[in-house]
């Protein structure tokens, strides 16, 4: 059974896997895996539903079993889950430390049956159709009383952390809230108010790091990116929960999706890179403060010592001058209709 | 001038390069950087004094002026430096935001005249210099008031961070504490004791996670690892500043590093990695609990968006696993005798 383990140190939890000793050789990065990785065999593609646990959710194109071909993205268990939804959830001493099973859920979401389909090159309707999916099984997810908090999240690229090149998001339930967002509770605390609502009042009055303003969202640089041409699409109206979404913000943003991971890919030279939800948890009670978006992170560095000893990002890049860049990406891609 | 800023939701700072905005194209990553770096010209290289800021410390093999071949060891400026020691440290308020100068001092220390001569490599009288060298450093950094923590930490393999192949360590003074190690006064506050003096005390009763005992310093797998096969030298005895090792301890710990880099390189089939120290603020009045560390982290995974967005680290190596087998490879690494 996975564990999650409380660092002392840094005070922050580390899910470990117990049982298993994935041998220097057998990471992603060594020699070999790299080579097997750019060819052969892939589970995700369509044919191969066989090696994959079987299907949670499934958007079909054709008529048949679950399980076999003719779907158009389909979310199945991560095979190698660091979670497990069994049992209560119990927090266990080992004298000075503390742990705790890795209740939760871990899942793939295999965004297309075409291996070399990327998520820039989707066209609206699958972009729509993943967003959909992602909220549906947000909803379903939260539904479970253990479950604490629901971290969506993409890994494009070997150096963005992903293992397969197929095109693929996750879905990552925790049985425990990460105080990793906390600035945003305890702004509320402070001030009564929504730390990003705030935020985005102030950008509007002078918007240098603005990147583009729809009807329910803006995209943004922030203030303290921690990445280079980091980026966030934010809901304009204090929305706590991505869950939450209706069907009008949910086009909106697949539209801005399909031009903005375009921009990305094109006005940054193909990098990888990740996005994340960032939401308010769930089966926690009250959550004001809390205003969920969507984080958009190329891997343009990869985080040295400094980040690893001391957490602070050393980011070369300020988001006044990014927010021009990707602006005029942007407007680049909606301008080449599509 | 470089800036520090405030990231109000993750509750960290964050280093922004102000004044130049850093192209895709120009990042250690991008293709034509990555094929440049292997060949071509190493400003650390001996002859090459002139391509660099000129040095603030060396260590002579032979007699001549600074800045010209005959050294074994330089410390220089970092040419791209995150931090500039000039003026005061001042914190400026923008509406909601805070940011402050980036008040402080980035340092190289090039380990080594020859290109291709690794740390695992050095024999014990030239890691020996390195730790000496070290502590020096150190101790005239801490001597600035302006100064509250200083970093030193070595990026060795692209996938740690490492842009330059010439092996080297790097020093950053910092104007502030991060509060990345903040279990450890936190813990002291709560119990009166030293966080690490305590885990020590457990381990030794069931050392599952103890790779080597030293007279002075110790080598263990911490319980709750975030990165697979991650290791600590910690001072056996309390104490809480790196500046502060006695002459004795500066031998076995070099002596120590001799054997464990051997270790890591051969027993983890030559991964990149991150050496860090980890030690109490300077200036910053009396910090108990603080007890300094030398981690090593091997960087067999790419941190994905799980840790991204959660700051949870996936670890799929329980240390349980880790230390036997880190252990073998010391033991192999001392029997091999040199």
Known sequence: MPELRYDLVKKTWVSVAGDRALRPNDFPLARKNLEAAVSLFCPFCEGNEQYTPPELAVRRNAPGEPNTPGWDLRVIPNKYAAFELTGEFVEQRNGMYRSCTGLGTHEVVVESAQHDLEFHQFDRARIHMLIKVLVERYRVLAQDPRIRYIQIYKNRGMVAGASLEHSHSQIVALPLVTRENQGMPDYYEANGRCLLCDMMEQEFKRPERLIFEGEHFI??????????Y????????????FGDMTP????ELSSLLYHYSRAVIDGLSNPAF?????TAPVNSGPTPGYHWYWEIVPRLLIESAVEVASGIHMNPVAPELAAPMLREALLAAMNAGV
Chains 1, 2 share one sequence.
């Not at 995209?219 to 280079?228: D, G, L, N, V």
């Open 274 to 278: 990740n996005y994340v939800v960032n």
């Open 230 to 241: 980091e980026s966030w699409i934010v809901p304009r109206d204090h929305a706590e929960n």
């Open 248 to 251: 009008g913000e949910m086009e």
């Open 219 to 228: 995209i943004m640089c922030p203030f303290a990116p921690r990445f280079p």
